[in-house]
């Protein structure tokens, strides 16, 4: 059935070219130009390619650089992954504030900023947003435009800082200690071990039902359709190992009316992640957002996630993704995919 689904319009399929995580050592470029590792395997800077109309941008001449092929972007040897295609986002500007940040704290020791500075990421001055036990959320407002850079950029240098990017929306819902996001629940990841993803998951579909099935209609979203970067907001940063701790970690409550919290979204997300490397992106009062480097592509593997991802949110259905096959081409054969309890 999913080989009748409506293709993607014309007009909206973006061709971008496959990009491994670049050296994240180097700072931030305003171009999107690439230099090649030179012959002796010690790479020299590196950022990160965006997508370009050929009918829109003029050649270049022989004075300016030549555009590199693929063959010889630098690709670290861990970790080996593929993110989004982005141009890096240009120098911050500190008075940057989104919200009524009014009320948030100065920034005080302890803050991400001095890892990401020696790691060659300069940012703007930051809040601490939520406190829980030895759990810090720190974060600094982005415009929507940059959004998206910015979380690129915190991402590829955790190796180094130990701190993962995680959008967080209006700087509103996150006021007041983080009561209005987040579960009461002060050690929900610890509870993660009484889990288990695979019963969760069919004991929520037992839960929401059969899902309508048909041939879909939706065409498939693109690799950087994300909602929560389209507006101004804030970008957290969490000491985390994983992206999908982070819900656990700041026990979120966005999706209590289907009686899933903080650990049941880290088994849920930690299963996906050991099976197509999903990173959270997006966390705000009442969506996720993740990006999926290795979505499922055989039919019956398509269909397979899209059941559980009904059985996780089966609001999707009711908020306009007509059936379960729309939801597998829509969102699963995508790169982003996003949820919001309703």
């Keep these: 059935m999913l080989g009748d689904a409506a293709p993607l319009p014309e007009e909206t399929r973006a061709v971008q070219p496959e990009s491994s995580l670049p050296d994240a050592s180097s700072p931030p470029a305003p171009n999107s130009s690439e230099t090649v590792a030179p012959s002796d395997g010690e790479p020299r800077e590196s950022t ?3 997508t370009v109309s050929d009918q829109t941008t003029p050649a270049a001449s022989d004075t300016e ?3 590199v092929t693929q063959d ?3 690709v670290p040897e861990r970790p080996r992954r593929e993110l989004l295609t982005l141009e890096p986002p240009p120098p911050p500007e500190d008075g940057l504030r989104t919200g009524n940040t009014a009320a948030l704290p100065l920034d005080v020791a302890g803050s991400p900023r001095a890892a990401l500075r020696d790691a060659g990421i300069t940012v703007p001055h ?3 947003i939520v406190q829980r036990g ?3 959320l720190w974060a600094f407002g982005v415009r929507a435009s940059e959004a998206l850079g910015w979380w690129l950029q915190a991402r590829q240098v955790h190796d180094k800082t130990g701190w993962l990017p995680v959008l967080l929306g209006s700087a509103d819902d996150w006021l007041d200690n983080g009561e209005s996001v987040l579960h009461e629940g002060e050690d929900e990841l610890s509870r993660l071990g009484e889990l288990d993803a695979g019963s969760l998951l069919a004991d929520k579909a037992a839960e929401a039902g059969e899902p309508p099935r048909g041939v879909p209609i939706l065409p498939t979203r693109g690799d ?3 909602a929560v970067p389209k507006t101004d907001g804030l970008l957290g940063l969490v000491q985390a190992d994983y992206g999908w701790q982070i819900p656990a970690l700041l026990p979120w409550k966005g999706s209590t009316n289907w009686e899933l919290y903080g650990a049941e979204h880290a088994a849920v997300l930690r299963s996906w992640h050991e099976r197509y490397e999903v990173e959270l992106v997006s966390m705000t009062w009442d969506i996720l957002e993740l990006y999926v480097p290795n979505p499922p592509t055989a039919d019956e593997d398509v269909l ?9 949110c089966p609001d ?5 993704v007509p059936t379960l096959d729309d939801l597998a081409v829509h969102m699963i054969r995508s790169r982003a995919w996003y949820f919001r309890w309703t």
Excluded: P
């Excluded at 397979?304 to 996780?312: C, D, G, K, L, P």
């Design 65 to 67: 650089t030549a555009q």
């Design 316 to 320: 999707l259905l009711a908020a306009g």
């Design 72 to 74: 010889n972007y630098f």
């Design 134 to 136: 030895d759990v810090q």
């Design 224 to 226: 950087s359709d994300f």
């Design 48 to 50: 990160i390619a965006s």
């Design 126 to 128: 930051m809040q601490k």
């Design 304 to 312: 397979t996630a899209a059941s559980e991802v009904h059985a996780y």
